[in-house]
């Protein structure tokens, strides 16, 4: 293992180069990146997915993908943390819309759900002061912000969101 | 970009599409490029609402799991995949070109003589993980289409994948030879 110690960074985890590191076959740099963030992507992928098996495969996916991907990834373009959560993401709501979605409403009430859903506005409270998100979300009409934030965290598509809020599809959409 | 690429954009990342719509925009995010740095920007600009998930434990057999998917990654020969758009060293341009059938087939076809293609990489992947092999070959057929792969690993083992059945007949058994080339 000596041989790799050089290219473990230190604190501040530098994200992009491990996915440098990591699009060059180094297994060792894909592990740093799973140490740094697998429990976030986690978290993510459980309030999304709801079900503790299902946020696991999302996140086995994840970096399964990472490491084909990697390569791929261009610092120009963005930040490596947005990338590999958009790679996440992209899964989650792949396993949440085609393959399970309606065994997973079944068994809504069975399982009992491992995360139950955040209030809304705790979320924006959770967003630092200085955030130019939370500025953004903040001049949204309450329900308008509602929808955006349970949208993006726990997946709801247009339909689903019409039914949680009691409000027409139309008017979700514009 | 039309308002209405811009709104689908956001609604793209916010996760809101499904049906015709999620259809419309994957295929606008592999194409367009315009598209592309949409989503991108509103990737951005919504990340933070990552930041706000509880952290969750994942259960120490994940790693162990992800592992096992790089392993079975590798061993497979991807056709399908294109080289990657961003080459950054010639380590991983070679690595790239390992993994791609469609060289081996262009390289087959170059050596016609060839039945046999041999690719020495030992020392090249020696920092990689214990399963990693030392040494790939393309075992060709008489048409220069890929028959079988040979991993060889640094503990000495080998093994063989074969790509499609390969008859034996009655009586006889395998063997594979390895020959330096001289060219």
């Not at chain 2, 933070?48 to 497979?76: H, K, N, Q």
């Not at chain 2, 020495?120 to 393309?138: D, K, Q, S």
Request: proline share 6%.
């Amino acid at each position: 293992m000596t041989a790799a110690l050089g290219t473990m960074p230190s604190s501040p985890f530098d994200l992009n180069n491990a996915l440098r590191l990591t699009a060059r076959g180094d297994r060792i740099a894909l592990r740093s990146i799973y140490d740094a963030e697998a429990s976030r992507m986690l978290g993510v992928a459980m309030r999304l997915l709801r079900r503790r098996a299902l946020a696991e495969e999302a996140v086995h996916d994840t970096f399964v993908q990472v490491w084909q991907k990697a390569a791929s990834f261009d610092p120009a373009r963005g930040e490596g943390r947005t990338w590999l959560y958009a790679i996440l993401r992209n899964r989650a709501l792949n396993i949440l819309r085609g393959e399970t979605r309606t065994d997973l409403t079944e068994d809504f009430e069975s399982m009992g759900l491992e995360a139950p859903g955040e209030d809304a506005e705790a979320l924006v409270v959770r967003l630092s002061d200085a955030s130019a998100l939370r500025r953004c979300l903040e001049r949204l009409e309450p329900l308008r912000r509602k929808a955006v934030l349970l949208a993006y965290v726990e997946g709801l598509s247009h339909g689903e969101l019409a039914g949680r809020l009691g409000v027409p599809l139309g008017t979700m959409k514009s | 970009m039309t308002p209405e690429h811009e709104r689908l954009a956001a609604e793209y990342v916010i996760g809101l599409l499904d049906g015709d719509d999620q259809r419309i925009a994957q295929r606008l995010v592999e194409n367009d490029p315009g598209f592309q740095a949409a989503v991108a920007q509103w990737q951005a600009r919504l990340a933070e609402l990552d930041a706000t998930a509880p952290p969750v434990l994942p259960g120490a057999e994940l790693w162990s799991r992800i592992e096992t998917g790089l392993d079975e990654e590798s061993a497979t020969l991807r056709v399908e995949d294109p080289a990657p758009p961003v080459i950054p060293s010639p380590r991983a341009a070679f690595a790239a070109l390992w993994r791609s059938l469609s060289f081996w087939r262009v390289a087959g076809i170059a050596g016609a003589f060839a039945s046999l293609l041999l690719a020495l990489g030992v020392g090249l992947l020696a920092t990689r993980a214990v399963r990693e092999p030392v040494l790939i070959a393309v075992l060709l057929t008489e048409q220069n289409r890929p028959a079988a792969v040979v991993n060889a690993f640094a503990d000495g083992n080998a093994e063989l994948i074969p790509l499609e059945a390969i008859p034996v007949p009655p009586g006889q058994a395998l063997e594979i030879w390895t020959l330096w080339d001289r060219a």
